[in-house]
């Protein structure tokens, strides 16, 4: 926890902008897609470099060809992720774009198929701070 605090109290906050929702087609993944991608490509190569044993997503996606991004939903094939979309279109008070402050990254951990918020680091505070924990140690 430590070495991510330290990674986390040395980028400062920062802001981006969500323009478009877009899909990871052979995956049947929506999301939205982030602007600029360089601030958090940054800290994924930080984290990394400081964890070189556990890369993102097991290894399955090359650093080089990860997309930094927010999943909004997972289907089961290309039909059921348009419906989705389209449904999420009518019915989703969601103004693009989306301007949003990052102050914090979370450390999530999958429980029993469960993505689960396990702690969260401020960004750009004083690495003596301490990780607030939030969920399961396990």
Do not use: C, N
């Not at 930080?46 to 044993?53: E, G, I, S, T």
């Not at 997309?67 to 009518?90: G, K, M, N, W």
């Not at 990052?102 to 301490?130: A, I």
């Amino acid at each position: 926890a430590q070495k991510v605090a330290a990674a986390a109290a040395m980028t400062p906050p920062f802001t981006l902008v969500f323009y478009r929702l877009s899909r990871f087609g052979r995956d049947h993944v929506l999301y939205l897609e982030p602007e600029p991608e360089d601030k958090l490509t940054a800290l994924l190569r930080a984290l990394v470099a400081l964890f070189p044993d556990y890369p993102p997503y097991g290894g399955e996606i090359p650093l080089d060809e990860y997309r930094p991004h927010v999943t909004v939903a997972v289907a089961e094939s290309d039909d059921a992720l348009t419906q989705i979309e389209d449904e999420f279109r009518r019915t989703v008070a969601l103004p693009l774009p989306l301007q949003v402050a990052v102050r914090e990254m979370w450390l999530m951990v999958r429980v029993k198929g469960r993505w689960l918020l396990h702690s969260t680091f401020s960004l750009g505070m004083p690495t003596g701070e301490v990780p607030r924990t939030v969920g399961p140690s396990t």
